[in-house]
């Protein structure tokens, strides 16, 4: 399903100057149909009321869906770019990590739809997430 078999390292090993680096996303898997990733809770992710912030769920499920988008083109000629997100946030988190895995529904040539599925630490999914991703020539 990939383009090119990236790793672990290679992702974890991209700029951190972004959004996701702010926030201390990590990968953690690829597999043959999916990846993952984990995103501390904690005061940069907080919401006032002291849970995981509904944007900062989103963040991380857009994250894996646009690395995921990326790993299915050839980057030489296609840029991913998002084209619609949204989130269902189903329970609070405190504290801890959480894990989203991100999964595809639909990989095109010129569309591609992922479904991200956040957990907490004891394995409650507490966000899910589809990314609509269009697929474009690379600006010259």
């Not at 990236?6 to 100057?17: A, Q």
């Not at 296609?78 to 619609?84: D, I, N, R, S, T």
């Not at 990590?97 to 907490?120: M, N, R």
Request: hydrophobic share 40%.
């Amino acid at each position: 399903m990939w383009f090119k078999n990236f790793t672990v390292d290679e992702l974890n090993n991209r700029p951190k100057n972004h959004l996701g680096g702010l926030l201390d996303i990590k990968f953690t898997e690829i597999g043959a149909d999916f990846i993952s990733g984990t995103m501390p809770v904690d005061e940069r992710t907080h919401q006032p009321a002291g849970i995981l912030h509904g944007g900062a769920s989103v963040v991380l499920a857009e994250t894996l869906g646009s690395i995921a988008s990326y790993m299915c083109i050839d980057p030489e000629k296609y840029v991913a770019v998002g084209l619609e997100v949204n989130a269902n946030h189903l329970r609070p988190v405190k504290s801890g990590l959480v894990t989203g895995i991100c999964k595809p529904l639909h990989v095109g040539a010129k569309t591609q739809v992922w479904e991200i599925k956040i957990y907490d630490a004891w394995g409650k999914m507490n966000c899910i997430s589809r990314l609509t991703v269009a697929i474009i020539n690379k600006p010259q």
